[in-house]
């Protein structure tokens, strides 16, 4: 008498008694059927809210870059036209290279000073005083960038502002901050900096208190003290942190608007004009909203080209525990 | 088989029941409710004639006395002003566009110079046959108004509002900086030398935390004025013809009868006349000698306070002034107003502003009966209890409208239509806006470096007209 099954009769490893076994089956369908429409439901509010206000207008200013349009008459095709028009229109051409300009000196200047006092307060500061320099570096972030710009402007004024005032008491001429290019560039981007350096300031906190204390015992005990722990220590275990704050600050500065609008509407000349702000002046003011399109499509191409480097590049240089 | 059946049938019962059942629910929801519309925001759905102005709820609600006094006069008509904030009139059309794109205009709309092409090109309806309707009502408002702000408002031979205020670009001097240095009242044929001359005398008596000549960058009181006193402007201007039988119907004796046309018009830059050339470089020299500012983009918002504290010597503004300068503090003999100097002219510059009837006005003849009845003296004097603006009627600027709040040569503001009848409107074609910011952008470059420099501003402004023209309604 053999021992083995014959394959045909032999039990699956999964099955399951008879009755009972109908019943999981089906009690399991029915649960993960009831759960996924229970998802559905849960997502539908953002699917909905994502399909109507970001994919709908992305497709659509997709197809307006194709067409010539004014708001008060009917929309006309005109093929690559406006790309081709925006493409030698030299004010377009300065306002992405102002816009360039701009990420490149505001997001270093942004990463680095958050960096530096996010180092400075949890390494130096009490618990007490930690606390009260997180919200205030953070408090500028919850002002309305116009009204900022509104006050800015008051203080920069060449003749009657409080930072020229300040700079008088010892012995600066006053300087025209917001009336040369050199000087409305740097008012621009003080006052977005200042902004905006709280978020990225809020990251490297959290990152800091990611990395373990061991981590800088072990450093210690092998030699390593004072700025070496951060370049050898600090700096590589923030990497993700970096990369995730530079990619959002990187997005943010490429879509600078209300600064550079209010304190100097884009001038001396094109001198801080940015992208998006021909996009605005393009629609709102020259009623062309298919060339605003377009240049929406480019500065869109643009970012996202700029995030893939990004990720593509954080793989040499990030370093995940 | 038939248990199969009945377990199918069982199935199909519960689930696809509830299923049909759900989505019948939901169907018959959608299908039943009306398509969502702007017009369902509360307030914008009824038949009211719906009136848009710049300015707040303050403002809006400043005009309920003329609505009032409107709506016992037409009691048939249910009027609902709409107040629309904005920072200037171009960033105010700006919203009236967004309204109309989203299928809601207004019926009526307040408009400055700065928007009457582009609202008579795209979105306004002409007034011609109602004025020639009600002729015998309007002529005593014609009789009021000087030609040179009615034809602000013709736009190829058809008149598309009345104006309602105005302001020409003055030259307001504080009285006390000019007594400190020794100055007279200008005379009133003063030129831009003297002017020159003047502002040096009183930086030599007041060297610091003064400005002789403050000024802004903007269409209205920046460079144009200057401008136009020389005799140029950075658009070339031209007139269309027609418009006869407005003129010939109630200015037929006007002394400037022959002046008239069809409307102004702006088809080509001009930055690159020698005369642009030289009133920049006039402008530049204020500038480089510390007697007049740089001026920055769209700059203003604290002219009055600095004005009415003393710190500056001379402003270009109009007779809107009185009011902030009264409100912040400034006696009635603290400042004066003079004509804008003369260099080669003395042609002044102004904006004018009056109701526009949009092409989509649900009732166009309500539109206009609002219309004339704001163009009445009776309604004028309710909307405009205060020097806050100059108003179109010329018998309304008297005494009694300054009186208390200065300045002391009130006259200036309407004599400068009478004495200089070329005196002419904001330059603003259809491209306005896009012409605003060409002009404003190269303005602070040009007076602010050398000659070199001025040069590339004004090839770059014309370059910029250029692109902001190419495309001619």
Redesign the interface.
């Known amino acids: 008498m053999s021992t083995t099954i014959p394959p045909r009769e032999r039990p699956r490893q999964d099955a399951r008694p008879d009755k009972p076994a109908a019943r999981g089956r089906k009690g399991a369908s029915g649960n993960r059927h009831s759960q996924r429409w229970l998802a559905w439901v849960f997502l539908a509010p953002t699917i909905l809210g994502m399909g109507l206000f970001t994919l709908i207008p992305i497709v659509a200013s997709v197809v307006l870059a194709f067409f010539r349009w004014?708001?008060?008459?009917a929309p006309s095709f005109v093929g690559f036209n406006n790309f081709a028009e925006v493409v030698q229109?030299?004010?377009v051409r300065v306002s992405f290279l102002n816009t360039i300009v701009f990420v490149v000196v505001a997001v270093a200047l942004q990463l680095g000073l958050a960096l530096a006092l996010a180092i400075m307060v949890q390494e130096k500061m009490p618990a007490w005083l930690r606390v009260f320099f997180r919200s205030a570096f953070f408090f500028p972030l919850i002002l309305s960038a116009a009204s900022v710009s509104i006050f800015m402007?008051?203080l920069f004024?060449?003749?009657?502002g409080v930072v020229n005032w300040l700079l008088s008491l010892v012995g600066i001429p006053a300087v025209?901050w917001?009336?040369?290019?050199g000087g409305s560039a740097a008012v621009v981007i003080l006052v977005y900096v200042w902004q905006n350096f709280g978020f990225s300031f809020l990251l490297f906190i959290g990152g800091l208190a990611s990395i373990p204390v061991e981590t800088y015992e072990a450093a210690s005990i092998d030699g390593a003290t004072g700025w070496r722990k951060h370049l050898h220590v600090t700096l590589p275990l923030l990497s993700p942190t970096t990369l995730v704050a530079s990619v959002m600050a990187i997005i943010s500065a490429l879509q600078v608007f209300d600064q550079p609008y209010v304190l100097?509407?884009?001038?001396?000349?094109?001198s801080t004009?940015t992208a998006v702000m021909v996009i605005f002046?393009s629609a709102?003011?020259?009623?062309e909203f298919g060339q605003a399109s377009a240049i929406g499509v480019l500065l869109t191409l643009i970012i996202m080209a700029i995030t893939a480097a990004q990720f593509r590049l954080s793989k040499r240089f990030v370093f995940y525990q | 088989m038939t248990g199969a059946i009945n377990g199918q049938l069982r199935q199909i019962t519960r689930r696809a029941a509830l299923g049909a059942l759900g989505a019948g629910i939901i169907g018959a929801s959608v299908a039943s409710w009306p398509r969502l519309s702007g017009t369902d925001i509360p307030g914008r759905g009824d038949n009211s004639l719906s009136i848009a102005i710049l300015g707040t709820a303050a403002d809006a609600a400043a005009r309920q006395r003329a609505i009032d006094a409107f709506s016992s006069l037409h009691p048939d008509i249910k009027v609902k002003v709409q107040a629309i904030q904005a920072v200037d009139w171009?960033d105010f059309f700006?919203k009236i566009?967004?309204m109309?794109?989203a299928g809601t205009p207004p019926d009526v709309v307040y408009v400055a110079t700065e928007g009457a092409q582009l609202f008579a090109e795209?979105?306004a309806h002409p007034l011609d046959e109602y004025i020639r309707r009600d002729a015998a009502d309007m002529r005593e408002f014609f009789s009021d108004v000087h030609p040179s702000l009615v034809e602000a408002f013709m736009y190829k031979g058809s008149l598309y509002q009345l104006p309602m205020d105005w302001n020409a670009a003055n030259m307001y001097y504080n009285t006390a900086a000019f007594a400190e240095a020794g100055l007279d009242r200008p005379a009133d044929d003063w030129t831009h030398l003297d002017f020159r001359n003047n502002l040096a005398a009183m930086r030599k008596a007041r060297p610091s935390d003064f400005?002789p000549y403050?000024w802004t960058?903007r269409l209205f009181g920046g460079v144009v004025p200057w401008l136009y006193a020389n005799d140029t402007s950075f658009l070339k201007e031209t007139r269309s013809t027609g418009g006869d039988w407005l003129w010939d119907g109630f200015y037929a004796s006007d002394p400037s009868r022959s002046l008239r046309s069809g409307g102004y018009q702006w088809l080509e830059p001009n930055a690159n006349d020698d005369r642009v050339f030289e009133s920049f470089d006039y402008l530049r020299g204020l500038v480089k000698d510390g007697l007049g500012?740089?001026?920055?983009?769209?700059g203003g918002n604290?002219l009055v306070g600095?004005f009415a504290s003393n710190?500056i010597g001379t402003t270009p503004a109009g007779g809107y002034w009185v009011q902030g300068l009264h409100e912040a503090g400034m006696a009635e003999d603290g400042f004066d107003v003079q004509f804008f100097p003369r260099w080669k002219t003395q042609r002044h510059q102004f904006g004018t502003a009056g109701y526009a009837m949009m092409k989509t006005a649900k009732d166009k003849d309500a539109a206009w009966e609002w219309i004339k009845f704001s163009s009445s003296r009776q309604a004028m004097e309710l909307i405009f209890p205060n020097p806050a603006t100059t108003p179109a009627r010329r018998s309304m600027v008297n005494e009694k409208l300054y009186a208390g709040k200065g300045p002391a040569h009130w006259k200036v503001f309407y004599d400068t239509l009478d004495r200089f009848p070329t005196t002419g409107p904001i330059p603003a074609p259809p491209?306005q806006?896009?012409v605003e910011?060409a002009l404003?952008?190269?303005?602070?470059?040009a007076v602010?470096g050398d000659e070199q420099q001025l040069k590339q501003?004004l090839a770059?402004m014309q370059?910029?007209l250029e692109?902001?023209l190419r495309r001619q309604p």
């Open positions: 004014d708001i008060i008459s229109d030299p004010t402007r008051y004024n060449e003749q009657f025209p917001l009336t040369t290019p100097t509407r884009g001038g001396p000349g094109d004009r002046e709102f003011q020259r009623l | 171009k700006t566009l967004t109309v794109a795209k979105l400005t403050y960058n500012v740089r001026p920055e983009e769209g604290s600095l710190r491209q806006a896009a910011t404003m952008k190269n303005v602070s470059l602010s501003a770059s370059r910029d692109i902001a």
